[in-house]
């Protein structure tokens, strides 16, 4: 059951470490835990439409978890664990006012997402380049010819 | 090069302008010697293991690294109206054309269109989720960036 609890807590993308041996399994468990705090990307944040809103919400103002909740059709305990992801995404900023926390967006994170997107348009520019040379030796052919 | 992404639809939109006639351009995209000429953005190499341009055919290709690595991925046209819009499906496989399920599929609907003499290419790739398009644009990044750094390494090589 640990397992299992653990298996679903790690980010998938750690999971194969699970295919090891029994005896290192728990101590691997606990490295992916850790690793899993840090490595849990932007992505997950923004793959769900209930997490996009609570981004929204928080991105002008502090809010309190009951508040954020307030906006949501969703159970308090639904809405408590898309915080906690964006948690661990590194994406909020926490602010104690007396008994409260309060909740706002990083918003220098989310640009994190434009950093690996500017990475995928630059194999565009690329590829384009290089088609760029393709047409202008198949111009200069069809002129000779 | 004009390069957007709709986060709500999944989609990715990618348009260019190429100096170049309409037909010349159709058979860059559809012709595949000359699609393996430049698909891949260098120092990876396109190769293609069959194409059959038609509704319904497929294209198999890999893209191979400078040690021989291969990644391969297949086409499935899915409707063709010559010289305007292409339509297929793109999804990653092994050598043989078998499916990797754990990836998914994007969809990519490509545009052609005159304007003067040169010629407009539209493109919307669609994933089916988020987290998918996510994994792609990693990948890419890693492709991107490998080959980036080996440039790097041409480089400093020659400079010795």
Not at chain 1, 16 to 39: D, E, G, R, T, W
Not at chain 1, 73 to 89: D, F, G, P, W, Y
Not at chain 1, 133 to 141: G, H
Not at chain 2, 27 to 42: C, E, G, N, Q, R
């Amino acid at each position: 059951m640990r397992l299992f609890l653990f298996s679903k807590l790690i980010n998938k993308k750690y999971c194969f470490f699970i295919a090891q041996p029994k005896s290192c399994v728990y101590l691997q468990l606990i490295s992916c835990a850790n690793i899993k705090k840090m490595k849990r990307d932007i992505f997950q944040a923004i793959a769900d439409p209930t997490r996009r809103a609570i981004l929204v919400l928080i991105s002008s103002t502090a809010l309190t978890p009951n508040a954020i909740a307030e906006q949501f059709q969703t159970t308090r305990q639904a809405v408590s664990k898309h915080i906690k992801i964006l948690n661990e995404c590194d994406l909020l900023e926490e602010k104690k006012l007396g008994r409260e926390i309060y909740y706002q967006l990083k918003i220098d994170k989310m640009k994190e997402i434009d950093h690996w997107l500017e990475q995928f348009k630059k194999i565009w520019e690329q590829r384009f380049d290089q088609l760029d040379q393709v047409l202008m030796n198949l111009k200069s052919k069809e002129n000779e010819i | 090069m004009n390069f957007s992404v709709d986060k709500e639809n999944k989609t990715v939109n990618v348009k260019r302008e190429f100096n170049a006639s309409l037909s010349n351009v159709w058979s860059a995209w559809t012709d595949a010697a000359i699609l393996d000429l430049w698909w891949a953005p260098a120092p990876f190499k396109s190769k293609t293991k069959f194409m059959e341009f038609r509704e319904g055919g497929k294209r198999l290709y890999a893209m191979v690294s400078p040690e021989g690595e291969e990644r391969w991925a297949v086409f499935e046209y899915t409707s063709i109206s010559p010289k305007t819009n292409f339509k297929h499906s793109s999804t990653f496989c092994d050598a043989e054309g078998v499916p990797n399920s754990d990836l998914g599929s994007s969809y990519w609907d490509i545009n052609f269109s005159e304007n003067g003499d040169s010629t407009i290419v539209d493109i919307a790739i669609k994933r089916g989720s988020l987290e998918e398009l996510e994994k792609i644009i990693e990948m890419g990044f890693k492709e991107g960036f490998t080959s980036a750094l080996q440039g790097l390494e041409k480089i400093l090589k020659a400079k010795k």
